[in-house]
Structures are given as C-alpha cells and as structure tokens.
C-alpha cells in the first residue's frame, strides 16, 4: 500500500510476492516520459549562455552590453549585476510555482499522461514567443509560459517513472528524469557554442530550439500508458491490471495489483490532500519530501553554476568563447554523473551518494572561495593556469551534485509520498523548488556582486546543514516497495513518534521489513 493510510493490517505482507520483467513496452514508456526532464535541462543551460550574447544584450540590456564591453578580459563580480536580467531567468520558475498547483489537481484527476501533455504545450508556445520576441515584455511573457510547461512536467514525470518502476530497479528509472535533464543542459551548452557564432539571431535560434523537445514530448506522449496507480485512483480497475500485466511482464500481478487497490481506497477517502498533507503521521513526508530536500536542492549553489555558468566564467575573466566552452565542460560533467548514479544508486542507496557527495561538495565550495579571495579583485586579468584549476574543480562539484543531490532531490520525494497525497505532495516538492530556484536565479549575481568570494563559503553552509539532516532524518529507501515506505518511518528514531503503529492505530504482524 502507499505507506500512509494507517487502515489495513494486510499491508507489508505481500511485496515479497511482486513479480516482474523489464519488457520492451515499459522501458518506451520510462524513455518518452523521461523526455520531460529535458524541457527544464534546456531551459537551465539556455539561459546564462543566451544572456551573456553580446546580440542579446545589444537589444534588451544596453547598460549590462556596455559595462561587459568595458570589463571584457578582467574580473569583475558586478560586471551582470541587473535585476531585469535575472528576472529573465528567474520568471520562469515563478510562474512554475504557481502552474504546480494547477497541475496537481489535473495530475489527481486526469492522469500523470494529461499533465505531461499540458506541459509540453504550454512550453512549446513559450519557446515560439521567446524566439520571436522583441521587447522585454515578450520574453518575460514566454518564460512564463515555459515555466508553465515546466511546473506540468517536473509535477507528473518524477510520479510517472516512480509508479511505473518495479521497486528494485526505481532508482534507476526515476533518475531517466535526471539523465533527460542534464542531457538538455549538455545540448543547451553546445547550441549556445554555436549560436554566438550567428550574428545577429543566434540567440533566438537557441531559445526556438526549446520548441524540438517539447515538440517529441507531446507526440510520444499521446502514445503513452497511463500508470496503473493513476487508473486504480479514477476507479479504472480492468484498464489498470491490463497496463499493469503489459508493464510487468507478466499475469501474476496480484499482489500488486490488491496493493494498489488498497492504496485507492485509502487515497479516496482523503477530501483534502493538501490538508491531508499537514496530519501528523505524514510529517515525515512534509518535512523531507515537500520542504527539506527541494530547498536543499537549490540552495547547493549547483542551479546557480547552471544558470550563470558563461556568466561566471565571463566575470572571472574568460573570453566569450572560452566561458561558452568551459560551461559546456560543465554540462558533460553532469550527464556523466547522471550515468553514474542510475548505475549505483539502487546498489548502496541513496545515503551514501547524499553524504559521500556532500563531503566533496563543501570542499570544492571551500577551495573556489579561498582562490577567488587569494587571486582575484576588482579588474584583475585571470591568470591561465587559475582559470583552468577552476574549471577542474567546478566540474567535480558538478560531479558530485550530479549523483546526489540532482537526481535525488527528484526521486526521494517522488517515492516517499503515499497514494492518498502523492500528486499533493509532489506539487508541493515543485512549487518549494521553484521558490527556491527563482530566488536563487534571481539573487545570486548581486550577491556575487556584493558577497564576491563570500557567496561560495555561504553554499558551503548550507551544504553543510544538508548533509547532516541526510544523516540523521532520513532512512533508506532503495529497494522498498514504494507501497511500503511508510514501514521505515515506523522504525526510524525520530520519526517513529509521528507515525508509530500503536499510535494510528494498527498493529504491524511482521516486526521486519521485507524487500
């Protein structure tokens, strides 16, 4: 069952019994779902590229044109500092926030398959009107539009690979989501390269671009299967064991098939999901899932490094091309990490990525603020050897953060969450990591303006503070059913007393957990 409807002592007694294959039909099915991860992976590499374009700022930023021209080749913290340009980057997510709720309601009723199409439409108009744009109005107006489709697609994909996935191998699938979202960041590098070349439209040819993945988005997912825990919940049992035998493999789905059933009907006697959400034995879920980690997420700095990776490098000293290309190093430093972290992250767990990436993370943080305070100040022109030093270490915080805290950050909450709450919960774990992400897109040039050196020992705080709350709240999750997460909050030693057995209710007939 989805671990948290206390109401049916059955639960935890039969997912030793799920059985399943990997066909064809499932992994197609994971794939073109997944493809909604490159929407925001695109959108996270286009944008500090296309706002470092000299054609770009020429037409929208004059003032922000002429100051770089000034500071071309030297260092210069304040060199982007304009809040008109970040809100360029930082609106998107705003208006993701506020789409996330929205696309709750649709994703509860209609379906994750409905979600994901809305998205993908929303985010194919925006592109259009951002590539077409010619006053400011215009782009904030598309980025809105594409922070639509965005809200859409981060609510339902993550639910989408999660349901779909057999629990021994969920980790792996729901980190397609991730794969996609660094893979759009890795060709939203590349693209940004080439288009600095093209005078004077290279940088509409970048942003028309988004319009490709959105475009593949809504064609394949007009073929896709709805989950079977979403049928279940509309009350299409028949339909639901038929998608749910086809992605199994196999006719003995039983056992999962009267879990789900179980979970539905728990789940429709929740009016109120969001109010559901705040009761006492979900706050483990609150806490961790729809709080904690999607601001932690945000606030490692590594969305910051995505979205002004030119940019920094540019205010650090580096030519226009070479700021294009060491961000492009960036972004195949993340698709690699992805690469590792579907390949181990159901083998030791998703502790052991959050602590062990942690460590380097704060040390990489460090050791940026320590070279930026020793080498750099104002007009300073960057030196090779530490420019390429920095380069080396930001690609192992991007490698760090690429299997821990990136694809993590979606699929810890997107499993967690019971059925009765899960479109609810995962609506919440959007809207908080957009807030965080807006701010933080929004922030972060003055405060390296104003900070400099002091903004990377500040992420290093926060990483800090991440890390520890890993250690001591959270409990591993790899390989329990997604039905019977609620188990481990029953064991664990400090939230048990939210959501201890005697306390809701039931009483548990198997003291041990089986996976």
């Given at each position: 069952m989805a671990g948290g409807g206390f109401d049916d002592k059955s639960?935890?007694?039969?997912?030793?019994?799920?059985?399943?294959?990997?066909?064809?039909?499932?992994?197609?099915?994971?794939?073109?779902?997944?493809?909604?991860?490159?929407?925001?992976?695109?959108?996270?590499?286009?944008?500090?590229?296309?706002?470092?374009?000299?054609?770009?700022?020429?037409?929208?930023?004059?003032?922000?044109?002429?100051?770089?021209?000034?500071?071309l080749k030297e260092t210069d913290y304040c060199k982007y500092d304009n809040q008109i340009l970040t809100l360029f980057t930082s609106s998107l997510y705003f208006a993701a926030l506020i789409s996330a709720f929205g696309a709750s309601h649709i994703t509860r009723k209609k379906g994750r398959k409905a979600s994901i199409l809305c998205g993908a439409i929303s985010f194919f108009v925006g592109a259009v009107l951002n590539a077409a744009a010619t006053n400011i109005a215009m782009l904030i107006i598309g980025r809105c539009l594409l922070g639509f489709g965005i809200g859409f697609s981060n609510q339902a994909v993550p639910l989408y690979l999660s349901e779909m996935a057999p629990a021994k191998v969920r980790g792996a699938v729901n980190q397609l989501f991730q794969l996609s979202t660094c893979l759009g960041v890795l060709i939203a590098n590349f693209v940004n390269y080439g288009t600095a070349k093209i005078h004077p439209w290279g940088w509409r040819l970048s942003l028309g671009i988004a319009t490709i993945p959105a475009l593949f988005m809504f064609i394949g997912g007009l073929f896709l299967p709805e989950t079977p825990n979403s049928l279940v919940e509309q009350g299409k049992l028949e339909q639901a064991r038929q998608v749910l035998e086809k992605v199994r493999g196999t006719t003995r789905v039983d056992a999962e098939f009267a879990d789900l059933v179980d979970a539905s009907n728990a789940a429709r006697a929740i009016k109120h999901p969001f109010r559901n959400l705040l009761s006492r034995k979900n706050r483990p879920q609150l806490v961790i899932g729809a709080l904690a980690i999607p601001a932690f997420q945000q606030l490692s700095g590594m969305n910051s490094i995505l979205f002004y990776s030119p940019v920094i490098f540019q205010s650090l000293g580096f030519g226009s091309g070479a700021a294009l290309y060491s961000s492009a190093i960036t972004g195949g430093a993340l698709v690699i990490a992805a690469l590792i972290s579907m390949t181990f992250v159901d083998k030791f767990g998703r502790r052991a990525f959050f602590l062990e990436a942690g460590v380097e993370m704060i040390c990489v943080m460090v050791a940026v603020a320590i070279t930026l305070a020793l080498e750099f100040g104002q007009g300073v022109i960057l030196p090779k050897g530490i420019g390429i030093f920095l380069v080396i270490i930001i690609c192992i915080f991007v490698l760090a953060y690429g299997r821990s805290w990136g694809p993590l950050g979606w699929l810890v909450p997107s499993e967690i969450f019971p059925l009765e709450t899960r479109s609810a919960g995962q609506s919440m774990v959007v809207c908080v990591n957009m807030i965080f992400t807006s701010l933080i897109a929004q922030c972060f040039l003055v405060s390296l303006c104003h900070l400099r050196?002091?903004?990377?020992?500040?992420?290093?705080?926060?990483?800090?503070?991440?890390?520890?709350?890993?250690?001591?709240?959270?409990?591993?999750?790899?390989?329990?059913?997604?039905?019977?997460?609620?188990?481990?909050?029953?064991?664990?030693?400090?939230?048990?007393?939210y959501c201890s057995s005697e306390e809701n209710g039931i009483e548990l007939k198997n003291g041990d957990l089986k996976v």
């Open positions: 639960r935890g007694a039969r997912a030793h019994l799920y059985e399943y294959k990997i066909t064809s039909y499932f992994v197609c099915s994971c794939i073109v779902a997944a493809i909604g991860g490159s929407l925001f992976g695109y959108d996270l590499g286009i944008s500090g590229g296309v706002t470092s374009m000299d054609d770009f700022l020429k037409i929208f930023f004059p003032e922000v044109y002429k100051r770089k021209q000034e500071h050196y002091g903004v990377f020992l500040l992420f290093a705080g926060f990483i800090i503070i991440m890390t520890c709350f890993i250690y001591f709240l959270l409990p591993e999750t790899k390989q329990v059913p997604i039905e019977e997460i609620y188990l481990l909050w029953e064991k664990h030693w400090f939230w048990k007393r």
